[in-house]
């Protein structure tokens, strides 16, 4: 059985480290928090009490903490995003190459499409229009958009990142609509194409909520 | 045309009680006993209304030797205003299972 003596003091050293956890801006709060746990009272009431600061502290404390300002996270999305823009860009390049031979990058498509019979990709070569490709074109251009202000620091990053992946997942789901599309790939493929989209669509999200939070402090 | 009150259900329940005595400064362990919210719940609801200028803080006076001052709260105009809106639309419709709370 736990004496009032011992619950008092843990709740004590919680509200410690609720006030220790606190972002320096709600110091006032920390500070408040320690004044009231006087007035609580003693035993498991004061220990409720206790763990409620804490609670409201790591809360506050992961509000406040800008994912962009971690450099491992942030070079590790500048490359995961980096990677997406290339990968598209390659699909655009390995289109036009088919569909418009005068801009000479024919050897590409070849090249693209190494060691596969990329002419079971013609059908589907042939439907995608150019539309299409200015829209993974823009995709694209907003995730190297979005490495550029990610490598910048600037928060503004995570309105590109996310408008792209969003854009991205929702042509994903409008080619999965296409027949000639799905026969092209296997099973395998359009599973690994969605998993990356939609985690890289999570990951945009998880930035954008951050950077929200961060910017109402 | 106002906006509806987008408040969660423990936001609501903190506003009336702090709308009920609109003059007084109330600390945060007797509005967590009026309300029956907790701690977790009760301190983020203070700092959001604080935040968006609805809740307005002060220091007391120390309540006897070597005990901290307190904090104190108080609703401010606006604030009150937004009670007495979320009080009528409560008592017109009921409350939905949970709300997002304002900005938080």
């Known amino acids: 059985m736990k004496s009032p003596l011992s619950c008092c003091s843990i709740a004590r050293a919680l509200v410690d480290l609720a006030a220790r956890s606190l972002p320096t801006h709600r110091a006032d709060w920390a500070a408040a928090m320690r004044a009231e746990l006087d007035c609580v009272g003693e035993g498991s009431s004061a ?29 590790a999305l500048a490359l995961w995003l980096g990677y997406q823009a290339e990968d598209i860009l390659c699909d655009v390049a390995l289109v036009l190459s088919y569909k418009a031979p005068q801009l000479g990058l024919t050897a590409l498509l070849r090249r693209c499409a190494q060691g596969e019979d990329y002419q ?18 823009l995709v694209s251009g907003m995730y190297l958009l979005a490495v550029a202000l990610i490598l910048r620091r600037s928060s ?19 080619e999965l609509g296409e027949p000639l599309y799905v026969s092209a790939f296997s099973l395998n493929d359009h599973l690994w194409d969605g998993l990356l989209y939609v ?18 402090l | 045309m106002t906006r509806p009150v987008n408040a969660s259900r423990q936001t609501r329940r903190l506003l009336a ?7 007084a400064w109330r600390h945060g362990y007797e509005l967590s006993k009026e309300t029956g919210l907790t701690s977790g719940t009760l301190y983020p609801s203070l700092m959001r209304l604080c935040d968006q200028g609805l ?9 006897g030797t070597g ?10 105009s606006q604030g009150l205003a ?3 809106r979320s009080s009528t639309e409560s008592a017109s419709a009921p409350l939905p299972g949970k709300t997002r709370e304002l900005k938080a």
């Open chain 2, 17 to 23: 009680a702090l709308a009920a005595k609109p003059r």
């Open chain 1, 199 to 216: 985690g890289t669509a999570l990951l945009g999200w998880i930035c954008w909520a951050n950077r929200r939070a961060c910017s109402t």
């Open chain 1, 47 to 75: 220990f409720v009490w206790a763990l409620g600061c804490l609670r409201t502290a790591l809360g506050e404390r992961f509000l406040a903490w800008s994912l962009l300002d971690v450099r491992a996270i942030r070079w």
């Open chain 1, 156 to 174: 503004r990053a995570a309105n590109f990142f996310i408008l792209a992946a969003a854009l991205n997942v929702a042509l994903w789901v409008r």
């Open chain 2, 55 to 63: 809740l307005e803080s002060k220091w007391g006076e120390s309540e």
């Open chain 1, 120 to 137: 079971r990709l013609i059908p589907f070569l042939d439907v995608t229009t150019y539309w299409t490709l200015g829209a993974w074109t």
């Open chain 2, 67 to 76: 005990r901290p001052p307190r904090h104190l709260y108080r609703l401010t």
């Open chain 2, 82 to 84: 937004l009670a007495q």
